[in-house]
């Protein structure tokens, strides 16, 4: 199913094609281990999984034995996750309802999305109880660098700036760790982690399923040329001699603690 358009997918562009995901996503949720491992859960507790998306990981604390609500602002991934027989929200991240309700707040792979972090903060602080954590990996500073800088040059020319259209956060550890102490939380860790990512569907079908927000601005040979000249950009740098494509990304995990 296409999204249809909702508050966080109307400010940059984004939508999500469930099925599309599925099929060349899903190593999304494969190389969260390490921010599964962060987060910890155990049973019984209460998580809210913060743009849970289509709901895999989700499920996999919902298999841990912790009784997990998933929020999305998408339609179609909400509709994606419900499918899976899991309690699902359709909110925006900077307008969350929850009111001290949770023993973990857990985000993968969302929060980079967003750009008014603040907004989004104060929501995360409200939805938990005192001493209550907050799990999160998302995109960081210098995150798919090689492909921004290719998609703002290539996009330059049809007077598109790919970067205010993506309107992406790719915060350093120093920015973020700035706003969550304003918003009343206690870090325990905070690292950026290069992670190069390999592309098991190749990089037009990464730009297809992540970057339709800036690429839909075009139409028909003009935007079948901008994908062209994007990928003869990037190939020297991101394809390697046997034909894999390897994405530069960046992420910023951290584990924070609501005072
Ligand atoms: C990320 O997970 O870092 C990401 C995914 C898609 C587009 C931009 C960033």
Redesign the pocket.
Known sequence: MKDQATPSSTITGQTWDTAAYAANGRF?ATLAKGVVELLAPRPGEHILDLGCGDGALTEELADAGAIVTGVDASAAMVEAARARGLRIDHHDATALPYESQFDAVFSN?AL?WIRNAPAVLAGVHRALRPGGRFVVE??GHG??AAIRVALQAVMAGYGIDAEETAA?LFASPAFYSRLLEAAGFRIESIDLIPRPTPLPSGMEVWLNT??NGVLDRLAGADRAQAVARTLELLRPVLCDSDGNWIAD?V?LRFRAIRD
Request: aromatic residues 16%; charged residues 15%; glycine residues 8%.
């Open positions: 999304v792979a980079h998302m995109g995150n798919i992406s992540f970057r990304y992420r």
